[in-house]
């Protein structure tokens, strides 16, 4: 639901058919009028002729368990995001291949699948991959070893053995903080690692990451659409090679809408 609403923000890509074999067509009209987290979707919803109407946009419905039965060709569509969170390795997300679709994109942890995320490997990708993974969210419920963690090491291979990081769930809706503690090689001045990011917030970054000097909590980060927001003021160091660094992100909105993002650069190489 997030990854259409931020579909429809953003006008980058569009949403031509949805697969889902277990919600009625009108209880999806409500489901994606409201939304507990991130509030009303500021727009029309209808369901209008068997079809589920978004801003006078008529969108296909399948109801099909098994992805190798799904025509989405015969819809329009091209791109496929699998987010069911069953489907996640190569082999099973090949399914939406049989009927027409281009590309998939699963949205959930997997082990084979190159894993592609905006702002960072992006520009790896190639028209070659027709399955890649850009997992999202924060499936923990316990303090454990956050798969964020292991992704990173993955898409940039050079932290390997140099990062690893825990999670914790507590009672908030919705919002995550990254607490960045690293060891620098060489020396660096606090004000000039804010310098750099501010920079690369407002340039190559722009839209991706956030910045702010201000004082803020968790709540003011929800609905973001950045995948993360560093907050300049909350950072310290305990000398030039010892940092801490805090950055905000919606685990559930930003996330989303970097998968529109991808999958608008996935087809800018086309």
């Known amino acids: 639901r997030l990854v259409i609403r931020a579909a429809y923000n953003s006008g980058k890509v569009d949403t031509v058919t949805i697969n889902d074999p277990f919600i009625d067509l009108n209880y ?30 008529p969108i296909t419905i399948f109801q099909e368990p098994d992805p190798s039965k799904i025509k989405w060709g015969d819809a329009g569509a091209e791109y496929v995001m699998e987010s069911t969170g069953v489907f996640t390795t190569m082999e099973k997300a090949g399914a939406h291949l049989q009927w027409g679709a281009k590309r998939v994109i699963i949205s959930a942890p997997s082990a084979d699948p190159p894993m592609f995320m905006m702002g960072v490997n992006h520009e790896k990708y190639d028209t070659s991959l027709k399955i890649i993974s850009n997992p999202r969210g924060s499936p923990e419920h316990h303090p454990c070893l956050y798969w964020a963690a292991k992704a990173v090491r993955k898409v940039i291979p050079e932290l390997n053995w140099k990062l690893t990081g825990m999670a ?36 190559p970054l722009k839209g991706i990451l956030g ?60």
């Not at 507590?170 to 804010?194: F, G, M, Q, R, W």
């Not at 709540?219 to 030039?240: I, P, Q």
């Open 168 to 203: 914790f769930r507590v009672p908030t809706a919705n919002v995550s903080v990254v607490d960045l503690t690293y060891h620098l090689e060489k020396p660096a001045k606090y004000d000039d690692i804010k310098k750099v990011v501010k920079q690369a917030s407002e340039g």
């Open 211 to 270: 910045h702010t000097e201000h004082q803020v909590v968790s709540s003011d980060f929800n609905s973001d659409t950045h995948s993360s927001t560093f907050n300049a003021g909350a950072g310290t160091t305990l000398n030039n090679h010892f940092v801490k660094l805090i950055s905000w992100y919606d685990n559930e909105f930003g996330c989303s809408n970097r998968v529109v993002d991808l999958m608008a650069h996935m087809a800018s190489k086309e």
């Open 28 to 57: 999806m009209v409500y489901m994606f009028q409201y939304d507990p987290t991130h509030g009303k979707f500021h727009g029309t919803v209808k369901a209008e002729n068997g079809k589920l109407v978004i801003n006078g946009n």
